[in-house]
């Protein structure tokens, strides 16, 4: 049999080509009503026609393709934010390449020379240092970038967490269980996100004395070692902050090594939710950002993007919220003084 | 300026356009010598010459895409596979399309329409169920696919783990901490790998009596609730294999809400070793699979395939490796038993 074209559609359903083909693109430009895109989507399936994306690419110099850059698969806030960002991009006529930076620039700078190469028609990027040379040169070209979670020296769009909501609640948490020595181990200073969240702890804490400590990386090794480090030197510290969810997992192992029991002798409170904070023992008491819509609106924001490349896209700040579960409990000063 | 083309690149590397074209496209067939591949790629590089892989998509015909399907990107157990699966992919000039399946049928199969709509060159399928009509069509089709982790009733290339290797030194270390009531808490029987690991469960622990339960997913919430049945009605079981580390991670939360502590009333083995597995508390003795191996050797066998199609491609069955941490110690049969 001959392959299906859009004019056996069209004649299905008794419009012109032109109609059925916006019908079933919703990229194209033109509105059509609700009833005549109903009308010609029944047609299209019940012919089994479906979309050739590669063709309409040919014809309209879109690859369908946004690239996206995240710093590493492997740390567990990214598969949430994929899997919005997947659901939005498919459901527009997108598909997302993923690669993993590394953090790395040189890497990331290969990364983007890849995906241009394939004409990405847009970048999610999720892995932007404070001065990120690969965004700077895409916004430069005039290329639809979304920023996600991490913010750079250049302006562009993005979708971040208002995480001064959550860094507020989790400190009036502690407060209210009588803690006063709180510190705030967070991570590396060339993320923006590190200098967002140290400035929310700080003006929660204000006018207390805040005691702040850096993490290598958002890694759990590189959080056991700076927590070894701080609970040593400041005895004092009954509750601690983390810079995100795995840095607190590293806060566990090193509260094993010195003995400490958590809550009892520390209390601890993560950032992000991931997929397995409730799931370690105790569950961890976290501040919790939508990492699934995070992308889903990252996904958003790029596809109008690319259709109205004039429109004026405005960034946008999700709601953090604290949720609390077995991590966090009453001060026991005496306890952790003589430990 | 003009667009830089391959000719540009020819002449400046002294060589004739088509031998320019390949020593920069490893997929073109035709040999070049090791000095001319760098002469023309120095050419290039100096140049500022970035190989167009849309424009070689039309005259080769050739997407350069595979698409990958996992059943969700949150399991912990996919995100190192699909970064194995990146790097190699990238090395030959393909970019992968990833799609989570949530097992579902329906969904695997709209997926797979979109995929083939973007001629998706070939298929890394880690969701296959066991009578799975995606993988169906893709072979009666001729498409070339590499099936992954799980196998299903259809013949294809695979990447699969030795898991019998991995159970049996689980067993053996059970059994030399003087374990006898072994439980094995597995996964859902429509899963290939549920069926293979039940199996060397029953090999491993012959002529002994096995206790096999079941989770109705591989998911720590499923696990959880199994694992407390399963305690419940045998009460004289002082060791568990779970069919995965999630599902051992469920095992956790059900001792604790059982009052026991980990190994001193129940050990507990998982399989995988996912990212997080050494950070659980007490840490995860597991048999683990090399999980950015299978998506490295998954994505060479899908590039030979498609490289020549002739060629007869052998699946793979990687080692596994038992790797003892806390979950794991000796018997106290009297404490469990009257617990």
Redesign the interface.
């Known amino acids: 049999v001959d392959r299906l074209t859009i004019k056996d559609v069209a004649r299905a359903a008794g419009v012109h080509p032109a109609t059925a083909s916006r019908a079933l693109n919703p990229r194209l430009p033109g509105r059509i009503s609700a009833e005549t895109t109903e009308r010609v989507t029944r047609a299209a399936a019940a012919l089994g026609y ?5 063709g309409r ?2 014809r309209t110099q879109r ?2 393709t946004i690239g996206v850059l995240v710093p590493d ?2 740390n ?1 806030f ?3 934010v ?2 919005g960002v ?1 659901g939005v991009l ?1 459901e527009n006529g997108f ?6 930076t590394d953090n790395d620039v040189r890497r990331e700078a290969g990364l983007l ?2 995906f ?4 990405c028609e847009g970048y999610l990027v999720a892995s932007a240092s404070r001065r990120d040379e690969t965004v700077r040169s895409l916004v430069r070209d005039g290329v639809p970038v979304v920023l996600v979670n991490r913010l750079t020296d250049v302006d562009a769009p993005s979708v971040t967490s208002d995480d001064a909501q959550g860094i507020g609640a989790a400190v009036a948490h502690l407060r209210g269980l009588g803690h006063t020595a709180i510190a705030h181990l967070t991570g590396p200073a060339d993320i923006s996100v590190t200098g967002r969240r140290e400035k929310a702890f700080r003006a929660a804490l204000a006018p207390g004395r805040p005691i702040v400590a850096r993490a290598a990386q958002y890694t ?1 090794a590189a959080g056991e070692a700076a927590c070894l480090t701080l609970l040593r030197k400041r005895p004092e510290v009954t509750a601690i902050l983390a810079g995100n969810d795995l840095i607190a ?2 806060c ?2 090193a509260f ?1 090594r010195l003995g400490l029991s958590c809550p009892r002798d520390v209390s601890l409170i993560g950032i992000n939710d991931m ?2 904070a409730e ?3 105790p569950a961890l008491t976290t501040v919790a950002i939508p990492q699934q819509l995070m992308g889903a609106q990252a996904a958003r924001l790029i596809v109008a993007t690319i259709n109205n490349p004039q429109a004026a896209v405005r960034s946008i700040a999700l709601d953090t919220a604290l949720i609390v579960r077995g991590s966090t409990g009453p001060v026991r000063p005496a306890t952790r003084s003589s430990a």
Chains 1, 2 share one sequence.
């Open positions: 479906v979309v050739d994306p590669v690419s040919l690859s369908g698969l492997l567990p990214y598969p949430p994929l899997r997947e498919r598909e997302a390449l993923i690669a993993s020379d890849v241009r190469g394939r004409r759990a997992v590293g566990y192992a094993g997929p397995l799931w370690l023992r």
